[in-house]
């Protein structure tokens, strides 16, 4: 068609209204937080108008701050991986069934998204306490003698965090392996490739891109996660986002938690696209 | 054609699968089991299993209430989001134009934002936007709105541009050389392909906004409250098993609700996509 | 061509904008200030039920219109502090008094003008203060399992004693609690130099000091007998005692720490005039007796009459309240972030 490049940048301004909706109510109260970083913070007064590097500074050379960070980008990535791990085979299982079972199936993957995240956090803890459901069956079983604490553990957090992460991995997977032709790893096993290699070579590859998208994402939601850390990870796991929160609403220290937000958005912002890049190379090999 | 499940590659996924559902339904079974304790504490173990908290469960006003504004903000946001982000998707997917990647980014911005730093950075500057022009900005329905379209925008941004791309684009240009316009193309042609990520990015849409915690703490004006906040204020407060028995009916309702939903639209078109087998 | 279709596909749009702001003005319309109505900004749970049906209640009954807002202390000092200088969204907030006292040191409250609260007189002197009015008082408290622990205790010496050893519980949000009382087993008698209590504390955790995060984890511990000494409010504790669980409590020579949840007025408030009704119906006998009877804490009121088993359990004699200690919350809020960091480290 003769006029196939107008239309194209006439297009891009359907994006426009959704720009103007971002701009106020996103762009410009995230610039309202990065200003607050740099004030600084008096107790008592709150805050004073400066320009002060200050905030930055106490985080990345407070011990515990430091500590904190890098928890938040340990478990942030564990769990992305421990999702994706556990929500490949979950996706292809998915695959072999028929459409009611998968219809079914898929539905009953959104339950968890119905339990607001409070509740959910509260229903592990009963379940993992010292005298939780989990540790009284074990007991009862006679196979432990003593409760496991499995609250406030790094293993527990992240097994918490990557149940509620693995409804958007499976669809994230599901999707994409849905559009793989059924018959294509049996092709190449015709063709004489042993399953595993079939698997690597052929439908890996296809997949992949579902597979980066679906750990990214699941590491930005969990960078950002509240609740779970909170009553899960209690206080010895400590990350950022339940830190804001009581930097702002218990010591109501404005600047310091605005610095720690910007310093999770641009880190979560950036591995992502480091992820995401180093992914997509990875392809052309 | 699905490989005999004897074969122990196929058993071994599918023991994967059973886990991961066990894993993932295990707290809402946790909530369920707790309301059924015959006791006005959570002690485990519990002396006994009954209906009681059920009988006792205070339906408080606020909780009813609750449930009509939540049910509100997310229909609400998700149809604005749903319309936006299909726009803004069409406008980075098909429109060509340079720093289109650099917006489809930004648009995903919000999800790295937590949503306790999103949410209180919109209400004060909503409240200080709303000082300074002189109308009440922050507190009202409309902010509570615009935030979880906000929230609510990447992931239909995400499903209608992923559903987008799968549309062929020589059968709307087909349509188009037979005389159809760009609009009615896209009503009749490209909309009707997209159609399960279009229901896709509405589900998401709508758990995302009902979900929505930190977001709407303080959002809300007086007299408002969402579903996730009384559930939060009763479970910080004293949580025991007619708060569990609260939890589960609302997840219940919800679940009924999703179940109807998935049923009348036909599940295998909202997260299929077009086979080309 | 190109401009019509721009068009058009903007019409939904537009709707959904004007729907927004069709919202948005229904929001207002409905704000629109009137002489009888106030706003209550307060936390929900249980407590939200007692105070919507024993103070909201009447006060509707008598043509007063009466908005609740329920939301966390800390969402609401965050307001309370968006709004400074602003007209406000509250006429009257409620908190814990440590979150009462940080909202008056930002200026945020304006004083009681005492003269109008007819019960002012009646209030119990150890909760009285220029910056709001009390509604109901508890105090951390030894709780024991006198089925192991015996005889009743009367000093918080007990917690070291060889014979309880490993059977103590904390809860991690009492630090402050527990910092204390620890300073006054080394001979502290002041409100000050917590930090004395720091040498004991740890002798308690190498004795085998369990830490629970939650109310719930530690009932669990006392239900099930791990733990039989614990620091809690007297109100949990006559919590447990109706759930069936035999507990008792006392209250040391050393003193308890107090918690009391009042209402105060923010400066900003715009209807100053049903805030004092609302605070006046706080300190009805009916309101006093309510908060007792549903979530066992004590009235502030002097001379409440409660049911004669209530008054035991859920009541403190005035002695007791004498030896309450009379915290200095700037002292506390100054040193609590360096305090629970090492909690955190050496505690926990």
């Given at each position: 068609m003769g006029d196939d490049a107008r239309p194209g940048r006439q297009l891009g301004w359907l994006a426009a209204p959704t720009c103007i909706v971002l701009l106020f109510s996103f762009v410009f109260p995230l610039a309202l937080i990065a200003r607050y970083s740099v004030n600084e913070f008096v107790p008592g007064q709150l805050m004073r108008e400066a320009l002060t590097p200050a905030n930055y500074v106490r985080f990345f050379t407070d011990a515990l701050f430091q500590r904190v960070f890098v928890t938040t980008l340990v478990v942030s990535l564990a769990s992305g991986f421990v999702a994706v791990l556990v929500g490949i085979p979950t996706a292809f299982a998915l695959r072999g069934l028929s459409a009611r079972w998968r219809s079914a199936l898929i539905t009953l993957l959104l339950f968890p998204l119905l339990v607001v995240t409070v509740v959910r956090a509260a229903g592990w803890v009963a379940l993992l306490n010292e005298r939780g459901a989990v540790n009284s069956f074990l007991l009862a079983l006679h196979v432990i003698s003593e409760p496991i604490r499995f609250l406030r553990t790094a293993p527990?957090?992240?097994?918490?965090?990557?149940?509620?992460?693995?409804?958007?991995?499976?669809?994230?997977?599901?999707?994409?392996?849905?559009?793989?032709p059924r018959h294509l790893e049996e092709a190449a096993m015709v063709l004489g490739a042993p399953p595993r290699a079939a698997f690597r070579y052929v439908i890996l590859p296809l997949i992949l891109p579902g597979i980066v998208t679906g750990f990214v994402l699941s590491f930005i939601l969990s960078m950002d996660?509240?609740?779970?850390?909170?009553?899960?990870?209690g206080s010895a796991i400590r990350m950022m986002s339940p830190m804001i929160y009581v930097q702002v609403s218990e010591l109501q220290n404005w600047p310091f938690a605005s610095a720690i937000s910007i310093v999770l958005i641009v880190t979560s912002v950036t591995l992502s696209a480091l992820i995401t890049v180093a992914a997509a190379q990875r392809k052309w090999r | 054609m699905a490989l005999a499940p004897a074969n122990p590659a196929r058993f071994a996924t599918l023991a994967i699968a059973w886990l991961a559902y066990l894993v993932m339904l295990a707290p809402i079974a946790a909530i369920v089991w707790l309301s059924l304790f015959n006791s006005d504490i959570i002690a485990i173990p519990p002396p006994g299993y009954s209906l009681r908290s059920y009988h006792s469960m205070f339906v408080s006003g606020d909780f009813i209430a609750s449930f009509r504004l939540s049910l509100v903000v997310a229909v609400g946001a998700t149809v604005i989001s749903v319309v936006l982000g299909t726009l803004a998707s069409i406008g980075i997917v098909r429109g060509r134009f340079p720093g289109s990647g650099v917006?489809?980014?930004?648009?995903?911005?919000?999800?790295?934002?937590?949503?306790?730093?999103?949410?209180?950075?919109?209400?004060?500057?909503?409240?200080?936007?709303?000082?300074?022009?002189?109308?009440?900005?922050?507190?009202t329905i409309g902010s509570l709105l615009v935030a979880?379209?906000?929230?609510?925008?990447?992931?239909?941004?995400?499903?209608?541009?992923?559903?987008?791309?799968?549309?062929?684009?020589?059968?709307?240009?087909?349509?188009?050389?037979?005389?159809?316009?760009?609009?009615?193309?896209?009503?009749?042609?490209?909309?009707?392909?997209?159609?399960?990520?279009?229901?896709?990015?509405?589900?998401?849409?709508?758990?995302?906004?009902?979900?929505?915690?930190?977001?709407?703490?303080?959002?809300?004006?007086?007299?408002?409250?969402?579903?996730?906040?009384?559930?939060?204020?009763?479970?910080?407060?004293?949580?025991?098993?007619?708060?569990?028995?609260?939890?589960?009916?609302?997840?219940?309702?919800?679940?009924?609700?999703?179940?109807?939903?998935?049923?009348?639209v036909g599940a295998e078109r909202i997260f299929g996509v077009q086979r080309h087998d | 061509m190109s401009r019509s279709m721009i068009r058009r596909s903007t019409a939904p749009l537009r709707m959904s904008l004007a729907a927004v702001v069709a919202f948005s003005s229904i929001a207002f319309a409905a704000g629109s200030a009137s002489a009888q109505e106030v706003t209550v900004s307060m936390v929900g749970g249980t407590y939200g039920d007692v105070v919507e049906a024993s103070i909201v209640k009447p006060l509707e009954a008598a043509k007063l219109k009466v908005t609740t807002a329920i939301e966390p202390h800390p969402v609401r000092l965050t307001k309370l502090v968006t709004e400074k200088g602003q007209p406000g969204s509250y006429d009257v907030v409620q908190f814990p008094d440590y979150f009462m006292y940080q909202a008056n040191s930002y200026g945020l409250l304006q004083d009681i003008d005492t003269s109008r609260i007819t019960a002012w007189k009646s209030i119990e002197s150890a909760f009285l203060s220029p910056y709001d009015v009390p509604h109901i008082f508890s105090a951390a408290v030894i709780v024991y399992d006198p089925a192991h622990v015996s005889p009743p205790p009367t000093s918080f010496a007990v917690f070291w004693d060889p014979k309880y050893?490993?059977?103590?519980?904390?809860?991690?949000?009492?630090?402050?609690?527990?910092l204390w009382m620890a300073s006054t087993q080394a001979g502290n008698t002041t409100n000050h130099d917590f930090d004395k209590g720091w040498a004991k504390l740890k002798a308690l955790k190498d004795a085998g000091l369990q830490t629970f995060p939650t109310q719930e984890a530690l009932d669990s511990a006392m239900k099930s007998g791990e733990v039989w000494l614990s620091v809690n409010y007297r109100a949990r504790a006559v919590q447990l005692t109706k759930a069936?669980?035999?507990?008792?409590?006392?209250?040391?020579?050393?003193?308890?720490?107090?918690?009391?949840?009042?209402?105060?007025?923010?400066?900003?408030?715009?209807?100053?005039?049903?805030?004092?009704?609302?605070?006046n119906a706080v300190l009805t006998p009916k309101a006093q007796l309510a908060a007792a009877e549903k979530i066992y804490y004590a009235p502030v009121v002097k001379g409440t009459k409660l049911p004669q088993d209530l008054e035991s359990r859920v009541g403190f004699t005035p002695d007791e309240v004498k030896r309450f200690i009379n915290v200095d919350f700037a002292y506390v809020a100054k040193n609590s972030p360096a305090w629970q960091q090492r909690w955190e480290e050496q505690i926990k």
């Amino acid at each position: 068609m003769g006029d196939d490049a107008r239309p194209g940048r006439q297009l891009g301004w359907l994006a426009a209204p959704t720009c103007i909706v971002l701009l106020f109510s996103f762009v410009f109260p995230l610039a309202l937080i990065a200003r607050y970083s740099v004030n600084e913070f008096v107790p008592g007064q709150l805050m004073r108008e400066a320009l002060t590097p200050a905030n930055y500074v106490r985080f990345f050379t407070d011990a515990l701050f430091q500590r904190v960070f890098v928890t938040t980008l340990v478990v942030s990535l564990a769990s992305g991986f421990v999702a994706v791990l556990v929500g490949i085979p979950t996706a292809f299982a998915l695959r072999g069934l028929s459409a009611r079972w998968r219809s079914a199936l898929i539905t009953l993957l959104l339950f968890p998204l119905l339990v607001v995240t409070v509740v959910r956090a509260a229903g592990w803890v009963a379940l993992l306490n010292e005298r939780g459901a989990v540790n009284s069956f074990l007991l009862a079983l006679h196979v432990i003698s003593e409760p496991i604490r499995f609250l406030r553990t790094a293993p527990a957090l992240i097994v918490a965090m990557a149940s509620s992460l693995l409804p958007y991995i499976v669809i994230s997977i599901d999707s994409v392996l849905q559009a793989v032709p059924r018959h294509l790893e049996e092709a190449a096993m015709v063709l004489g490739a042993p399953p595993r290699a079939a698997f690597r070579y052929v439908i890996l590859p296809l997949i992949l891109p579902g597979i980066v998208t679906g750990f990214v994402l699941s590491f930005i939601l969990s960078m950002d996660a509240y609740a779970t850390p909170l009553l899960i990870g209690g206080s010895a796991i400590r990350m950022m986002s339940p830190m804001i929160y009581v930097q702002v609403s218990e010591l109501q220290n404005w600047p310091f938690a605005s610095a720690i937000s910007i310093v999770l958005i641009v880190t979560s912002v950036t591995l992502s696209a480091l992820i995401t890049v180093a992914a997509a190379q990875r392809k052309w090999r | 054609m699905a490989l005999a499940p004897a074969n122990p590659a196929r058993f071994a996924t599918l023991a994967i699968a059973w886990l991961a559902y066990l894993v993932m339904l295990a707290p809402i079974a946790a909530i369920v089991w707790l309301s059924l304790f015959n006791s006005d504490i959570i002690a485990i173990p519990p002396p006994g299993y009954s209906l009681r908290s059920y009988h006792s469960m205070f339906v408080s006003g606020d909780f009813i209430a609750s449930f009509r504004l939540s049910l509100v903000v997310a229909v609400g946001a998700t149809v604005i989001s749903v319309v936006l982000g299909t726009l803004a998707s069409i406008g980075i997917v098909r429109g060509r134009f340079p720093g289109s990647g650099v917006l489809a980014s930004i648009f995903l911005a919000p999800l790295a934002v937590p949503a306790v730093v999103l949410g209180l950075a919109i209400y004060i500057f909503f409240f200080k936007a709303g000082a300074a022009i002189g109308i009440r900005i922050a507190g009202t329905i409309g902010s509570l709105l615009v935030a979880h379209v906000v929230l609510t925008l990447p992931w239909t941004i995400r499903f209608t541009s992923a559903g987008l791309a799968t549309v062929d684009k020589n059968l709307e240009d087909a349509a188009m050389t037979l005389g159809a316009p760009p609009v009615r193309t896209f009503w009749h042609v490209t909309l009707p392909l997209m159609r399960a990520s279009l229901v896709a990015a509405a589900i998401f849409a709508f758990l995302t906004s009902y979900n929505a915690l930190e977001m709407s703490l303080f959002l809300v004006g007086p007299g408002m409250t969402t579903v996730p906040i009384v559930l939060l204020q009763r479970v910080s407060w004293n949580f025991d098993p007619p708060v569990a028995a609260m939890a589960t009916v609302q997840v219940a309702i919800s679940a009924v609700a999703l179940i109807l939903l998935v049923r009348l639209v036909g599940a295998e078109r909202i997260f299929g996509v077009q086979r080309h087998d | 061509m190109s401009r019509s279709m721009i068009r058009r596909s903007t019409a939904p749009l537009r709707m959904s904008l004007a729907a927004v702001v069709a919202f948005s003005s229904i929001a207002f319309a409905a704000g629109s200030a009137s002489a009888q109505e106030v706003t209550v900004s307060m936390v929900g749970g249980t407590y939200g039920d007692v105070v919507e049906a024993s103070i909201v209640k009447p006060l509707e009954a008598a043509k007063l219109k009466v908005t609740t807002a329920i939301e966390p202390h800390p969402v609401r000092l965050t307001k309370l502090v968006t709004e400074k200088g602003q007209p406000g969204s509250y006429d009257v907030v409620q908190f814990p008094d440590y979150f009462m006292y940080q909202a008056n040191s930002y200026g945020l409250l304006q004083d009681i003008d005492t003269s109008r609260i007819t019960a002012w007189k009646s209030i119990e002197s150890a909760f009285l203060s220029p910056y709001d009015v009390p509604h109901i008082f508890s105090a951390a408290v030894i709780v024991y399992d006198p089925a192991h622990v015996s005889p009743p205790p009367t000093s918080f010496a007990v917690f070291w004693d060889p014979k309880y050893k490993g059977r103590v519980g904390a809860l991690d949000f009492m630090f402050p609690q527990w910092l204390w009382m620890a300073s006054t087993q080394a001979g502290n008698t002041t409100n000050h130099d917590f930090d004395k209590g720091w040498a004991k504390l740890k002798a308690l955790k190498d004795a085998g000091l369990q830490t629970f995060p939650t109310q719930e984890a530690l009932d669990s511990a006392m239900k099930s007998g791990e733990v039989w000494l614990s620091v809690n409010y007297r109100a949990r504790a006559v919590q447990l005692t109706k759930a069936g669980m035999n507990v008792k409590t006392v209250v040391p020579k050393e003193g308890a720490w107090p918690v009391s949840f009042s209402f105060g007025i923010p400066k900003n408030a715009q209807h100053k005039d049903a805030a004092y009704t609302f605070l006046n119906a706080v300190l009805t006998p009916k309101a006093q007796l309510a908060a007792a009877e549903k979530i066992y804490y004590a009235p502030v009121v002097k001379g409440t009459k409660l049911p004669q088993d209530l008054e035991s359990r859920v009541g403190f004699t005035p002695d007791e309240v004498k030896r309450f200690i009379n915290v200095d919350f700037a002292y506390v809020a100054k040193n609590s972030p360096a305090w629970q960091q090492r909690w955190e480290e050496q505690i926990k």
